[in-house]
């Protein structure tokens, strides 16, 4: 059964501070994996975007890994801003068809 | 470049009743997907739609239908609404429907029934 599963559920840090979400899932045969930033309310907006041959991408503060043979990837924010505070949606698609899987989210909140 | 936009923002219906959102995609997009998520939850697939056909289903029953139009534009049709239809609608606009091409999303149709 193709799943995604997300790491932890919610999270608090304090501003300035770094953390790392994690995602670990069973699609197959894998495409691609992406990371989303959804504002409470928002559409969710695309942070990354990694195939099978790609281990490590970054956008800014917001640098994202995969590792195809454990299934596992990770989302880790540095130096952290009030206006992290978001929930981060993990996404894989596989191929063969549209399959496109949503992990439920991890609910960051960054406190002053 | 206009990206995804989604009408109406909000909405209040009563149980029973019937609603249509509408959704325009990305400029030069041809994949329309529809979500549902509820509150505190990940989206969950409706159904996508290329060349003006359902092309995925999620498991949703049939009060949910939908429409592509010749211009991409797209609608989400929920018939005989239940308080469990309460949620944020979520359009995403793509290109290439069969390689899961990179979602656009639109800001969403918040439903709300009474």
């Known amino acids: 059964k193709n799943q995604v599963e997300q790491s932890p559920q919610s999270l608090i840090i304090l501003e300035g501070k770094n953390c790392t979400l994690q995602c670990n899932y069973t699609v197959s045969p894998f495409s691609n994996l992406r990371w989303y930033k959804q504002d409470t309310g928002r559409g969710p907006v695309s942070l990354t975007i990694m195939t099978f041959s790609e281990n490590t991408k970054s956008n800014g503060r917001y640098t994202a890994t995969l590792d195809a043979d454990t299934k596992q990837s990770s989302l880790h924010i540095t130096a952290s801003q009030l206006s992290d505070s978001a929930s981060y949606i993990c996404?894989?698609?596989?191929?063969?068809?549209?399959?496109?899987?949503f992990g439920a989210g991890t609910r960051l909140f960054v406190k002053a | 470049d206009a990206g995804v936009t989604q009408s109406p923002t909000h909405l209040i219906k009563t149980r029973g009743q019937q609603v249509t959102l509408r959704c325009s995609p990305k400029s030069g997009h041809d994949t329309v997907s529809w979500y549902q998520q509820a509150l505190g939850q990940g989206p969950q697939f409706i159904f996508q739609y290329y060349e003006e056909e359902e092309r995925q289903r999620g498991n949703f029953p049939d009060r949910f239908s939908g429409h592509q139009f010749p211009n991409y534009s797209s609608e989400l049709n929920v018939n005989a609404l239940l308080l469990g239809d309460s949620a944020l609608y979520l359009c995403a606009s793509s290109l290439e429907w069969k390689t899961g091409g990179e979602l656009f999303f639109g800001e969403g149709s918040r439903l709300t029934v009474l």
């Open positions: 996404v894989v698609s596989a191929y063969g068809g549209f399959k496109t899987i």
